[in-house]
């Protein structure tokens, strides 16, 4: 049988619902594809790579290059121009933080309402003349100003790109597009290291190389945001790239699993679903605790290298060493949660792995271990962090729900770098004791959160599974705002 039976020419939300071969009651049943509609849904994915995908992964890349770019510009001689003491640094590392939750909810809002091609080359565009003019600050105070901006123009842009996959790949293809997406942040990781080394002796009159850092990398996302809105597209059921063909397939695939994201009609009833499940709160509680780890490397490994002997120079060079690591393990998601048979178990692995890392850089005495735990604790720190949004998106139902529910875990799961912001000190180089074991304790409270919520989630499949629920007598709008409470829904694990 057909997947779509279409009358007209457009493959709308509404001609979906109206079509004989769709009824209300066929929302996350199984759909059986033909050989020729599997051909068809096969090209609209690869057309959605090429066109979509790459160009969010490399926006991503950039990304980290802006956030990385203080961390570099610390040892390039910014704390002496500026004369920054004590906490200054971390505070500045606080603030970014802070303007990042504040802006996560209301960006993703607007995402909803607005032109999503056009939001986010706006929210590029704005995080890199926020980068740019942090060459032109002074002092402390003004340096933390910066990069409270920085986090607060840039917040939309990681929680708008999850929903942007969402809403143009099926639900059993999102987590591999998700871990591609994240994975493309350690390109940039791998790149800041050399760039900001060659930057840092590069003589130019009048501009400091701590200023020059801050002027080239919010200059190369410039440059790239300005081509995102001849690049990006809408949504699926609006797309110039793909046939008539491929739009009908996909509008009828994401009709049936309730997440078409062309109805810019925002679901009250959905926010306060996403805001008070508690589902939404344990993931969000893994991604506070990743996070926490994960950015240790990109936040201080240069200085954590440096506090081993090294000159600030090499420091930046050999920092491409740690976040090839960790572009490896991101590189590794999308195939690990396949063959370990689950993002709930990729996780734990990946905690194991990080907390044998920092245990070995507690109890190592020799640099040379305590840079083999940096590089352990680097490959496998970042992988939670991808994993936990990857798997919540996967389980996520309705045209408001997965917006809201992106937004509130990267904004509070985004604050779990306020752990260690204010724990790795200068004065507890080289071992940095309060620091690893700060993050040890968080990867530990991250794997036990996981292991929780795959038995919970375990345990609700089985309830459905025996229950006899129904959704007859609630009227389309209800039942399309049961998101994934819907009785024929199961969660992934």
């Not at 933080?97 to 929210?123: C, D, E, H, M, T």
């Not at 105070?141 to 708008?160: I, M, S």
């Amino acid at each position: 049988m057909p997947l779509y039976q279409q009358s007209g020419p457009d493959c709308d939300e509404t001609t979906a619902l109206r079509a004989p071969a769709f009824r209300m009651t066929e929302i996350n049943q199984p759909l059986e594809l033909t050989h020729k509609e599997q051909h068809t849904l096969e090209s609209y994915l690869r057309k959605c790579d090429r066109q979509l995908l790459l160009y969010l992964c490399i926006g991503y890349a950039t990304d980290s290059l802006n956030k990385m770019a203080l961390s570099n510009a610390k040892i390039a001689g910014l704390t002496t121009d500026l004369d920054l003491h004590g906490y200054d640094i971390n505070t500045a590392l606080g603030a970014y933080y802070l303007g990042s939750f504040l802006f996560q909810l209301p960006s993703n809002l607007i995402l909803k309402r607005a032109r999503p091609r056009y939001w986010l080359s706006i929210v590029m565009l704005s995080w890199s003349l926020v980068t740019m003019c942090t060459a032109l600050v002074q002092n402390a105070a003004q340096l933390a100003l910066c990069r409270f901006l920085f986090g607060a123009v840039q917040a939309g842009y990681v929680t708008g790109c999850l929903y942007y996959i969402s809403y143009w790949y099926p639900r059993d293809r999102v987590r591999r597009r998700i871990g591609f997406f994240f994975a493309s942040a350690g390109i940039g990781g791998i790149l800041v290291g050399p760039l900001c080394s060659l930057l840092s002796v590069v003589e130019v009159e009048g501009i400091r190389s701590w200023q020059l850092i801050f002027i080239v990398i919010g200059l190369v996302s410039l440059c790239w945001g300005v081509l995102g809105p001849s690049v990006l597209q809408d949504f699926p059921d609006t797309a110039t790239f793909i046939t008539e063909d491929e739009r009908c397939l996909i509008t009828r695939i994401m009709v049936c699993q309730n997440t078409l994201a062309s109805d810019r009609k925002i679901s009250r009833k959905q926010i306060f679903l996403a805001l008070g499940d508690w589902k939404v709160m344990l993931w969000t509680v893994i991604d506070f605790c990743a996070n926490a780890a994960t950015q240790v490397n990109g936040l201080f490994g240069p200085t954590i290298i440096a506090g081993q002997g090294y000159s600030p120079h090499v420091a930046q060079a050999l920092s491409a060493l740690t976040n090839f690591m960790a572009f490896s393990g991101m590189a590794s998601i999308a195939y690990v949660e396949k063959v370990v048979g689950g993002s709930s178990v990729a996780i734990a692995i990946s905690n194991l792995l990080t907390i044998s890392g920092f245990v070995l850089a507690l109890g190592a005495e020799a640099g040379g271990y305590r840079m083999a735990a940096l590089f352990l604790f680097s490959f496998a720190s970042p992988q939670p962090a991808a994993h936990g949004p990857a798997w919540m998106m996967a389980n996520m139902q309705g045209s408001t729900k997965p917006a809201m529910a992106a937004a509130v875990v990267s904004a509070f799961g985004g604050l779990g770098p306020l752990a260690t912001a204010f724990v790795y000190r200068d004065q507890d180089s080289p071992r940095f004791v309060l620091g690893h074991s700060v993050c040890l304790g968080m990867t530990v409270a991250c794997l036990l959160t996981t292991l929780l919520l795959r038995v919970a989630l375990r345990r609700e499949n089985r309830r459905r599974d025996q229950s006899h629920d129904e959704v007859f007598g609630l009227s389309n709008e209800e039942i399309l705002d049961l998101a994934d409470n819907h009785p024929n829904f199961r969660y992934k694990l």
